[in-house]
């Protein structure tokens, strides 16, 4: 088990340099300049080529890529082409909200999907396995921003309950943040409950369909250890997998309902950055976003090797 861990986490540093490569590519050979963005609409081509210089987009992309790599190693993200503050700093002043954001969204869609892909797995056919299907069709159907905006509709202009835009920091308060991340942890997450709960129906209804279930009631066990202690342990491979990937997922809700409910977080960086063509912002965003996501794949892959121990064999 040791050994397969290692090789995991090393499997990250090639992953890493790949996705280094491909978004710094991405990035200087997209259309757009920022130098011109920079100079304004009046800008003349000397104050244009003054900013090139001063920001080295002058140079031969390949030592733009050795410099910003050499920097990166360092742990230097860079500078904002745009404010001229630390991209780290950016970063951190950030990450809050986002983070937040993903933590209660993550918790609120595992509560509530596992144990309703459970029972519409048990009631398949039955008028709960209709409703938890008929759930999961609206979840993956509808929109992230329009469920935002009908949540907001009801819930903070028609009944006052919740803000209409905006976050409310940790350290003013737990139940002011609780309460401003509320519609944005519904809207990012009914769609994670419904893949969560459509994999978790499948799979256990396969697994209940297994010899050692009949053989476990013909023995006399009740429904409720049943269901959790044999039936969900042997069908945990495939709901951890979902889970990751639906995680994973969360990276691009974030960005949207971000935007939409006006919170400061990683997601609104990274839209202002794109329109503002600011490279160290939008190269150290994406590749903090693909860290997240190696290292959330290779965390299953671990958590794979406790719930199965072929896999750790």
């Known amino acids: 088990m040791g050994i397969y861990v290692i090789k995991r986490l090393l499997g990250i540093v090639p992953v890493m340099g790949v996705v280094a490569v491909f978004v710094f590519l991405l990035l200087h050979l997209t259309p757009g300049d920022p130098a011109v963005i920079l100079a304004g609409d009046f800008g003349t081509e000397e104050n244009i080529e003054r900013i090139r210089i001063s920001l080295g987009l002058d140079r031969p992309i390949y030592e733009q890529f050795v410099i910003w790599v050499t920097r990166l190693l360092q742990g230097d993200l860079g500078e904002s082409i745009m404010s001229r503050l630390p991209v780290t700093y950016l970063i951190m002043q950030r990450l809050e909200p986002t983070l937040v954001l993903a933590t209660t969204t993550i ?11 459970i029972l519409a797995g048990w009631k398949s056919g039955l008028w709960a396995d209709r409703i938890v299907m008929v759930f999961s069709v609206l979840g993956f159907s509808v929109p992230v921003f329009v469920i935002a905006y009908i949540l907001v509709l009801i819930f903070s202009v028609d009944l006052r309950w919740f803000p209409v835009q905006g976050y409310s920091s940790l350290s003013d308060g737990l139940p002011g943040t609780l309460r401003s991340i509320t519609l944005p942890t519904i809207s990012l997450g009914l769609a994670f409950i419904a893949l969560i709960a459509r994999i978790t129906r499948a799979t256990m209804i396969e697994v209940l369909a ?47 309902t971000e935007t939409v409910f006006n919170l400061p977080g990683l997601g609104r960086l990274m839209v202002d950055a794109i329109l503002a063509r600011d490279y160290p912002i939008i190269q150290a965003v994406i590749l903090l976003f693909s860290a997240v996501y190696v290292v959330i794949n290779v965390s299953i892959d671990i958590i794979y090797t406790f719930i199965d121990p072929r896999i750790r064999y």
């Open 210 to 256: 297994e010899d050692y279930i009949r053989t476990a009631y013909a023995k006399g066990l009740s429904d409720p250890r049943i269901l959790i202690r044999h039936a969900l342990k042997n069908a945990g491979v495939p709901i951890v997998t979902v889970i990751g990937v639906g995680i994973a997922g969360l990276l691009g809700g974030v960005v949207i």
């Open 107 to 117: 918790i609120f869609a595992v509560i509530l999907a596992v144990p309703m892909g």
